[in-house]
């Protein structure tokens, strides 16, 4: 007998019937003697229409507000599951992420998981209950209801997996597992049996938004067994590790996109000391998300910082600046938008200093522009216009021998 987390993303949920489906599933895993604990997010596109109900009210609703907005749709879902299986015969409940015990930090709609005290979910499971637990949410230490960023029922259910010492978390999801990228836009993609918790990370952190980042930091650092799967296909789906088989390992093992990316330049008549380290302090004292960085510090040019944030965080970025102009020091700002983020990510990248020559040529082949350019040990990434994204990842993912027809 094992203790199981397993997660139904929105379109698992999208309605009665896969609500119906869905217990089934449920009742399968109860039926084998397992305890059982499930993560649900919210209906379909629920969250998207709330989003979009407060903007019709205001373009910048306050962020409180949206988080006790945002979290209703989780509780819709939890409830209805909940009921669904009681419909069966199958005791369960459903909590919130407070009942629960998910403590966060005290990020209105970014929220970071502090700690879950799981005695409450344990005590009903020996009470022989499947627990149902309302993803996405949780509760800061002043008792402010918080949500943990976009598509963070995954972090909830990998949380819940290290406060109860499950043996597994399941994320059920609309695709078989992780492939070597969206198969969505790249219809080449091909799926992956097994992946390293570090390789999937990046992944999830340039955009592959089949895990949250932040439920894989979990995993990893908790060695939480973490396995992705259809919730309409009984496979095995793909499993992350610490290692994955060495003859798998080929140099990239996955290439991610991410649309809506900005690059702001600052210009200096003349830098001082330390005025990158003012820059970036600022901007992450207002939780303004930095990726690339690129400083120029050029003879007889005056000297640039570039970075580049996403989209929706650029009106807060440049109020940021403008409010602490006169401290930073720099005398001019812009920004360029209509940019995306095009990765290639591989553990076996450390040793094959080949890789990013191999993908600047590719994309000079296919006349992409590269804009930014950033390198780590296992991934690199450019930014490069937004039009271009979809033929770069194809084009990339072709160059690496990631698809089926290889
Ligand atoms: P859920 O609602 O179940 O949380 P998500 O939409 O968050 O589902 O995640 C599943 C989606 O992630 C897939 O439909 C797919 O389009 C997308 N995706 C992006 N990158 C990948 C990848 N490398 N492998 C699989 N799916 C990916
Ligand atoms: N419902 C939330 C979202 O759409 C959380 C999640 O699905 O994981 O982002
Ligand atoms: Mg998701």
């Known amino acids: 007998m094992s203790k199981i987390v397993m997660k139904f993303g929105g379109t698992s949920v999208g309605t009665t019937e896969k609500i119906a489906h869905v217990a089934n599933r ?60 009681n419909a069966l015969d199958i005791d369960a409940i459903s909590l919130t992420g407070w009942q629960a015990g998910l403590q966060t930090d005290n990020v209105y709609r970014n929220a970071r998981v502090e700690n879950l005290d799981g005695s409450k979910i344990l005590n009903l499971l020996e009470e022989g ?8 949410q949780g509760v800061s230490s002043d008792g402010e209801i918080t949500t943990l960023g976009r598509g963070g029922s995954d972090t909830t259910a990998v949380a819940i997996a290290v406060s109860i010492e499950a043996d597994i978390c399941d994320i059920y999801t609309d695709v078989e597992g992780v492939f070597t990228s969206d198969p969505r836009f790249v219809p080449n993609a091909r799926k992956l ?29 908790y060695k939480i067994p973490l396995r992705v799967r259809s919730s309409y296909v009984e496979n095995e789906g793909t499993i992350l590790k610490e290692e994955v088989d060495v003859e798998k390992n080929l140099v990239v093992r996955g290439v991610a996109f991410e649309s809506d990316i900005v690059r702001l330049t600052i210009e200096y008549e003349v830098p001082f000391n330390g005025s990158l380290a003012s820059i970036f302090t600022t901007l992450a004292n207002n939780h303004i998300d930095v ?26 970025a440049i109020t940021v600046l403008e409010t602490h102009k006169e401290v930073l020091g720099f ?13 290639i990510v591989g553990s076996g990248m450390v040793s094959n200093p080949g ?31 937004q039009q271009n994204m979809i033929l770069a990842a194809n084009a990339l993912h072709d160059e690496f021998k990631l698809g089926l027809s290889q």
Request: without cysteine; negative net charge.
């Open 193 to 221: 049996e097994q992946l390293e918790y570090d390789e999937m990370l990046e992944l999830a952190n340039l955009g592959a938004g089949v895990l949250h980042p932040r439920a894989v930091e979990f995993a990893k650092n």
């Open 26 to 85: 449920i009742r399968k895993e109860k039926e084998k003697g397992h305890d059982i604990v499930v993560v649900v997010s919210a209906m379909g596109k629920t969250t998207d229409e709330l989003v979009k109900l407060a903007h019709e009210i205001t373009e910048s609703p306050t962020k409180r507000e949206m988080d006790m907005l945002l979290t209703t749709g989780e509780q819709v879902t939890m409830s209805l599951l909940a009921i669904q299986l």
């Open 331 to 343: 005398t001019f700002a812009d920004f360029e938008v209509g940019l995306a983020k095009v990765s």
């Open 129 to 136: 209950k499947v627990v149902i637990v309302a993803g996405f």
């Open 291 to 316: 990726d690339i960085i690129v400083q120029s510090i050029v003879d007889g040019v005056k000297p640039t910082v570039s970075f580049s944030i996403k989209k929706e965080s650029l009106s807060e």
């Open 355 to 385: 890789v990013a020559a191999q993908m600047f040529d590719r994309l000079r082949k296919e006349n992409i522009p590269v804009k930014m350019v950033s390198t780590s040990e296992i991934k690199v990434s450019v930014v490069v216009p």
